[in-house]
Structures are given as C-alpha cells and as structure tokens.
C-alpha cells in the first residue's frame, strides 16, 4: 500500500514556474513507475509526464516540464516553467508496481488527492 500527497500548487501568473511535489510513504518507491496528470474542469484526466524505466512526457508540456525523482526522499517533482492559461488543472501524483512506461490513467494502482495549478494572464 503506498501514500502519495502532492504540494506546490498555486496561482500563477502566464509565464511563471512552479514546482510540484509529490511525497510517498510505504512500499518500494525505487520500483515503482511514477507519474503526473492533470484534470482541467470539464476535461478528462490527462498524461503528463512520466519517470520509469525511460522518462516520457505529453507533447503539450515538453520542453517546458522535468520530471525527476529523489528514491532517498521518496519524492518525485514536477518543475513547470512557461506556465500557459492551458496548464490549469489539479495535478495529480501516480504510481504502479513496475518500471514499464504507460500513459493511461487505468494503468495506475496510486494516487495522490490532487494539487490545484492555476494560471492566470
């Protein structure tokens, strides 16, 4: 059974950067896959990115997103630069037993309760 409680949501301004976290407790966090989605308001939940056994990320946020992971601190981060009205949404914390890369919301047995982006102009 593994906790996950994301932080580092906020209002921000188009442009600016935030920096999400996402600590774990229980399990093995060095095995498991992790990753981020968002769920904007009247939208499904999307892929963002992942760190596995390769590191993948949605086209919409690459180049302007890193995923990393800290197995120390049980930790995995979302650095968000370039903030764009789009990237609204509750972002959420992911993970599944296993290495493999998957981008589907199915495919994750946990999940954090949420941390709330907003980007304003």
């Known amino acids: 059974q593994v906790q996950l409680v994301e932080s580092g949501g906020g209002l921000v301004q188009a442009g600016d950067s935030l920096r999400l976290s996402c600590a774990a407790s229980?399990?093995?966090?060095?095995?498991?896959?992790m990753a981020w989605f968002r769920q904007a308001p009247g939208k499904e939940r999307e892929f963002v990115a992942r760190i596995g056994a390769s590191t993948v990320y949605a086209e919409s946020v690459k180049g302007r997103f890193t995923i990393s992971r800290d197995n120390v601190k049980k930790t995995v981060y979302l650095q968000m630069n370039s903030l764009k009205l789009e990237d609204t949404a509750v972002y959420y914390c992911a993970a599944r037993s296993g290495m493999v890369v998957f981008t589907t919301p199915e495919r994750y047995e946990y999940w954090g309760q949420g941390t709330q982006v907003t980007v304003s102009s």
């Open positions: 229980g399990g093995t966090f060095s095995t498991y896959g």
